[in-house]
């Protein structure tokens, strides 16, 4: 199991989760949704160890090997950069900075972008790509990276149906292999058929299990006015405090 205990986590000792508890199985398929501001972002960032706790811990992850996708919005693509030489970064692990690229790790990488659908994409640079493509070059560098855990911070935002639909034929193929799959996403249709697991935030935990059970009108109401009577100006509270709302 993946364990998330009393974790409260934020920026400059300013929360923005607040005790939350919960579980996920190894080899599970996970979205995490909730309203804008929610902490889900956060969540994510604190499971990869960019965010420290301000309490509690985090348990499972160690001697993982765990990939981070963050949102694809705060990237810069200006950096020139060929679409091969991105997603080799995928096998740094392996290599360190100044490894040796061979021919099979080309080969790897070139055998990735055909699965995402960028064959022939190899030399051209990240600015000459449409959000899309962009994405698919992204979920080719995760496919090097061949994580245990893979964290996904809103993997299917402003790109086309066609792309999404492909994009999940691979996440699919990662929990075929028994890799876990945590997902940051807002399309809630998309995660009733596609994610057998929820977990429901507004700053605190408002639901987490099989999704049918999370993402009742009852539970997203209560995440909706959780978010709206939060107040930015409360003081940090302590380890076993209820959020302040």
Known sequence: MIEVRHLTAGYERHPAL????LQWAYGDRVAVVGPNGAGKSTLLKTLMGLVRPMEGSVQGLQGKRVAYLPQAAGMDRSF???VEEMVLMGLWQELGALGWRRSAHRQ???EALATVGLQGFERRTLDTLSGGQFQRALFARLMLQDAEVVLLDEPFAAVDSRT???LLHVMHGWHAEGRTVVAVLHDMELVRHEFPTATLLAR???ASGPTEQ???PENLLRARGLQEAFDDRAPVCGPHEEAAV
């Open 214 to 216: 999370v993402l009742t």
């Open 204 to 206: 605190e935990l408002v």
């Open 18 to 21: 607040h005790h939350v508890t």
């Open 164 to 166: 999404t639909h492909d």
């Open 108 to 110: 790897r990488c070139h």
């Open 80 to 82: 020139p950069v060929t």
